[in-house]
């Protein structure tokens, strides 16, 4: 593949994708499959190589993040091996942001403090429910005291960087269960959280279990609710809303994902990883069996490539800048693609303005909390 060239120094951020799940949730909708411990031995071994073998080599990187499936379902010195891989190629920075996402269920104390040493600073546990019922019903395979225990594992072994996931708008959950899981969480104590609305997607086995039990999504009403009193709720705990979806306790904010909204750079290794350099967007084969072959046969990984046209590029920075709380800043993204934002958009924008979703302060736009339940509305503007 041609060498895309970056633009600006500014440091990638780079993924690592694990496609392995000990059982599959019933709504997930994610490139992974069920564990098989000879195919990840290859899968590793494919990763190693595929960092090896990478045109970005030698630069300068400051945040590692491992995403699935699982990848807590690595062993520790797989883990070290990856991470060293990387060292090894980038140029990471010492301080660099280290993240595992990490489903409760895989790890103990001993597993953590391997982590840790293998570099990881940074834990994101999948805990999505502190009620065991709704965990049962969305196929998660640990309770609410497993998660509890996971958590107090990784203060054990030393990691201060602790995020976790909930979902909300669940089926049969009432408003009032929700704002409990969000009770639960603020006294669980993480530095940061993650707030997603459960999306059904059209042929999610989760749909025909409704159908079957006779559960439903509360109105959409409730669901703005949900999001509008967790956010109220959380920030008087002292987290601050940053993102859409996602709260921190200050200077907690997730590096690496801010990459992503903030028209940053990052290279993805593993099946279906995506990658985004010097205006050039590229995704690896998704299947992981098929990744590993080509890699085995030194053959490319890569199923698309797209060179983005300015146009494209400048509404991907501001649809995704637009999801960070603080917005955008006209006047830097105009700067960086030699047009006048508001010229472009200031029409088409000028409704959302006054019905409230959007706020304009000088150069900044941003979305109002009501706004941000209207994103996706307010953002086709951009595509
Ligand atoms: S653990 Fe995560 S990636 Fe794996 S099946 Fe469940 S939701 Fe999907």
Same mark, same amino acid.
């Given at each position: 593949?041609?060498?895309?060239?970056?633009?600006?120094?500014?440091?990638?951020?780079?993924?690592?994708?694990?496609p392995f799940c000990s059982s599959i949730c019933n709504y997930c909708n994610f490139n992974r499959g069920l564990f098989?411990?000879?195919?990840?031995?290859?899968?590793?071994?494919?990763?190693?190589?595929? $960092? +090896? *073998?990478?045109?970005?080599?030698?630069?300068?990187?400051? %945040? $590692?993040?491992?995403g699935g499936g699982t990848p807590s379902l690595?062993?520790?010195?797989?883990?070290? +091996?990856?991470?060293?891989?990387?060292?090894?190629?980038?140029?990471?920075?010492?301080?660099? /942001?280290?993240?595992?996402e990490t489903n409760p269920e895989t790890v !103990?104390?001993?597993?953590?403090?391997?982590?840790?040493?293998?570099? &990881?600073?940074? @834990?994101s546990f999948g805990v999505q429910s502190f009620h065991d019922d709704e965990l049962v019903r969305l196929g998660r395979i640990h309770s609410a005291d497993r998660a509890r225990q996971a958590l107090?594992?990784?203060?054990?072994?030393?990691?201060?960087?602790?995020s976790l996931d909930l979902m909300m708008w669940l089926p049969g959950q009432s408003v009032d269960r929700w704002l409990a899981n969000v /009770?639960a969480l603020?006294?669980a104590?993480?530095?940061?959280a993650s707030l997603y609305l459960l999306e059904l997607y059209p042929n999610a086995p989760l749909k025909d279990e409704m159908a079957r039990a006779g559960w439903s999504q509360m109105?959409?009403?409730d669901a703005?609710?949900m999001y509008?009193?967790a956010?109220?709720?959380?920030?008087?705990?002292?987290?601050?809303?940053? /993102?859409?979806s996602? #709260?921190?306790?200050?200077?907690?904010?997730?590096?690496?994902?801010?990459?992503?909204?903030?028209?940053?750079?990052?290279?993805?290794?593993?099946?279906?990883?995506?990658?985004? @350099?010097?205006? #050039?967007?590229?995704?690896? #084969?998704?299947? %992981?069996? /098929?990744?590993?072959?080509?890699?085995?046969?030194?053959?490319?990984? @890569?199923?698309?490539?797209?060179?983005?046209? *300015?146009?494209?590029?400048?509404?991907?920075?501001?649809?995704?800048?637009?999801?960070?709380?603080?917005?955008?800043?006209?006047?830097?993204?105009? +700067?960086?693609?030699?047009?006048? #934002?508001?010229?472009?958009?200031?029409?088409?924008?000028?409704?959302?303005? !006054?019905?409230?979703?959007?706020?304009?302060?000088?150069?900044?736009?941003?979305? %109002?909390?009501?706004?941000?339940?209207?994103?996706?509305?307010?953002?086709?503007?951009? &595509?």
């Amino acid at each position: 593949m041609a060498k895309p060239e970056p633009e600006d120094a500014a440091d990638l951020g780079l993924y690592v994708h694990i496609p392995f799940c000990s059982s599959i949730c019933n709504y997930c909708n994610f490139n992974r499959g069920l564990f098989d411990s000879a195919l990840k031995d290859r899968y590793v071994g494919a990763l190693v190589e595929e $960092i +090896r *073998r990478s045109p970005f080599r030698g630069r300068a990187a400051d %945040t $590692i993040f491992f995403g699935g499936g699982t990848p807590s379902l690595l062993d520790p010195r797989e883990i070290a +091996r990856l991470v060293d891989a990387l060292r090894h190629g980038f140029d990471v920075a010492p301080d660099a /942001e280290i993240t595992l996402e990490t489903n409760p269920e895989t790890v !103990d104390q001993p597993k953590l403090e391997g982590f840790r040493a293998a570099g &990881v600073n940074r @834990v994101s546990f999948g805990v999505q429910s502190f009620h065991d019922d709704e965990l049962v019903r969305l196929g998660r395979i640990h309770s609410a005291d497993r998660a509890r225990q996971a958590l107090a594992a990784a203060r054990d072994a030393g990691i201060d960087n602790v995020s976790l996931d909930l979902m909300m708008w669940l089926p049969g959950q009432s408003v009032d269960r929700w704002l409990a899981n969000v /009770e639960a969480l603020i006294a669980a104590g993480p530095e940061h959280a993650s707030l997603y609305l459960l999306e059904l997607y059209p042929n999610a086995p989760l749909k025909d279990e409704m159908a079957r039990a006779g559960w439903s999504q509360m109105p959409d009403d409730d669901a703005a609710d949900m999001y509008v009193q967790a956010m109220e709720r959380l920030e008087s705990h002292g987290y601050a809303q940053y /993102e859409i979806s996602n #709260v921190a306790r200050p200077g907690r904010a997730s590096r690496h994902n801010l990459k992503y909204w903030t028209d940053g750079e990052w290279v993805g290794f593993g099946c279906g990883a995506h990658s985004t @350099v010097g205006g #050039v967007r590229w995704k690896n #084969v998704s299947g %992981t069996g /098929e990744y590993a072959a080509r890699i085995a046969a030194g053959t490319s990984v @890569v199923t698309e490539r797209r060179v983005l046209s *300015r146009d494209e590029r400048l509404g991907d920075a501001l649809f995704t800048g637009l999801r960070l709380s603080e917005g955008i800043d006209l006047a830097a993204v105009g +700067r960086r693609y030699g047009i006048d #934002v508001w010229a472009r958009y200031g029409n088409p924008l000028r409704p959302h303005i !006054d019905g409230g979703w959007l706020v304009r302060q000088g150069e900044r736009l941003a979305l %109002t909390r009501a706004g941000m339940l209207m994103a996706n509305e307010v953002m086709s503007v951009f &595509v």
